[in-house]
């Protein structure tokens, strides 16, 4: 399984634009990216999926290069409810298990 | 549609008492099911996942066990309880729609050992 490095904490303002990259230098071919959101004493949420070039939903953007050896979570106008730990998980779509890493703890200030 | 449910949603236990966590899927069938523990807040542990009933993987050898006695349901359990055995412990089960395959997580147990 790919290890993946995500910085421990960012800080960022009401609607600003967030981005959060993840290394995943030893990223395989079958390997997916996948971020997850999650809420003090709650557990983790699906955000976006993706395995190479942009991906948009209605939440966020992702972005992966072209050596998929990284991947950035693009939160476009935060607000103070986007105040959570981000996941950046890489793994094959029908892998039997996931690795969280340490994730990235954002702070949204007024 | 698809749920997961787990519960109860916070326990005090003893030391040394027996810990039975449970959780159950709806809405699937034969779904890889997960237990994830969290410490201090960040870092989810994979502790044990299941492919199919009776099949239980461990990642981390430690005092808890599972079981998948049917399909969609899956338990945590401890015959004796440990101080460093507190945490929020979270079921999650592997969904997919539309060729996306995500993690689904229950609500969570947050366990205190005194």
């Known amino acids: 399984l790919a290890k993946t490095t995500q910085p421990i904490s960012m800080d960022s303002y009401e609607g600003q634009e967030v981005n959060i990259t993840c290394s995943h230098n030893?990223?395989?071919?079958?390997?997916?990216i996948t971020w997850y959101q999650q809420f003090p004493s709650q557990g983790p949420r699906f955000i976006i999926q993706?395995?190479?070039t942009k991906v948009t939903n209605e939440v966020a953007s992702l972005f992966i290069p072209a050596d998929r050896k990284s991947s950035t979570l693009s939160l476009p106008r935060v607000s103070l409810s986007d105040t959570a730990v981000y996941y950046c998980?890489?793994?094959?779509?029908?892998?039997?298990?996931?690795?969280f890493g340490q994730g990235t703890e954002l702070s949204v200030k007024p | 549609s698809q749920t997961i449910h787990q519960w109860p949603a916070t326990l005090v236990q003893p030391v040394g008492s027996p810990l039975s966590l449970e959780c159950t899927v709806e809405?699937?069938?034969?779904?890889?099911l997960y237990w994830y523990r969290q410490a201090a807040g960040r870092g989810l542990q994979l502790l044990f996942y299941?492919?199919?009933?009776?099949?239980i993987s461990s990642e981390v050898p430690q005092n808890l066990s599972a079981s998948r006695p049917q399909d969609r349901q899956f338990i945590l359990s401890s015959k004796k309880l440990l101080l460093s055995d507190s945490g929020f412990y979270l079921c999650?089960?592997?969904?997919?729609?539309?060729?996306?395959?995500?993690?689904?997580f229950g609500s969570g147990t947050r366990l205190t050992v005194v």
């Open positions: 998980l890489v793994g094959e779509m029908v892998g039997r298990k996931l690795i």
């Open positions: 030893n990223i395989a071919t079958n390997d997916y």
């Open positions: 299941s492919v199919g009933i009776g099949q």
């Open positions: 809405g699937t069938s034969n779904p890889n």
């Open positions: 999650a089960w592997r969904s997919g729609q539309n060729g996306i395959y995500g993690y689904t």
């Open positions: 993706g395995y190479k």
